[in-house]
């Protein structure tokens, strides 16, 4: 047994053969679509036909700003351009130029959500601890829909993916992680690469089957459920 990645998630810097990736098992690509209001991924629009060509499922990220949310949201999802299989994510991480705040978090989660009509997903790790507040009323209602993609590098090699969900607590106050990035840049559990990518990469676990992980990917269900 080992761990089986699901899902990779790179931007414009990160080489990539989305076909030898849909062979290798892979269920969906997550890329970098903005940073903030002012950067486009470049590679995203021409990537994002390739990926869903090669039938894999397909998601963007906003790396995280302090813009204007309301500004930073319209730019990202006409950036985008996701239709409603597509899912969309908050990359909540330090950014040393532009720091967004957890209330800053919170109205995007929210905004995209509500334009869309279904979830829009968190990655992060320390930010998250640093920002989010657990105790609060309308974060404990976000981490009822919105789903958690946790990035933490673990020192030792669980034998699967369901021991390193185990290992690896939710943040409060969300009570699962949706996804695990559990390596990137050749550090934590292996393995470290896949068919299609670059040794090293970010590889990304699901605690299920890929065809579960399919099904869950848009966020529609999660909406849903609010």
């Known amino acids: 047994m080992a761990i089986i990645p699901l899902v990779a998630d790179i931007a414009h810097f990160n080489p990539v053969n989305f076909s ?6 892979f269920v969906g690509v997550i890329h970098k679509a903005r940073q903030g209001v002012a950067v486009g991924d470049p590679k995203y629009a021409a990537r994002m036909a390739a990926a869903k060509n090669a039938g894999l499922r397909w998601g963007a990220y906003d790396f ?22 597509d899912s969309a994510w908050l990359d909540f991480e330090d950014n040393a130029h532009s720091q967004m705040t957890g209330e800053q978090a919170y109205e995007f989660l929210d905004r995209v959500a509500q334009k869309r009509g279904r979830a829009c997903g968190i990655y992060g790790g320390n930010r998250i601890r ?97």
């Open 130 to 226: 640093e920002q989010v507040k657990p105790h609060a009323a309308k974060w404990i209602d976000m981490a009822a829909v919105a789903p958690l993609w946790q990035c933490r590098y673990i020192g030792s090699q669980p034998a699967d993916n369901a021991e390193l969900f185990r290992r690896v607590p939710p943040i409060p106050p969300w009570t699962s992680n949706f996804l695990l990035q559990y390596t990137g840049d050749g550090v934590g559990p292996r393995p470290h690469s896949a068919p299609g990518l670059q040794n090293g990469a970010d590889l990304n676990a699901f605690n299920g089957a890929a065809a579960e992980l399919a099904a869950a990917w848009s966020g529609a269900l999660r909406a849903a459920a609010a």
């Open 20 to 25: 030898e990736l849909k062979q290798a098992g």
């Open 64 to 85: 995280a700003t302090h813009d204007d949310v309301a500004a930073n949201v319209a730019a990202f999802l006409a950036y985008a351009r996701l239709d409603d299989a």
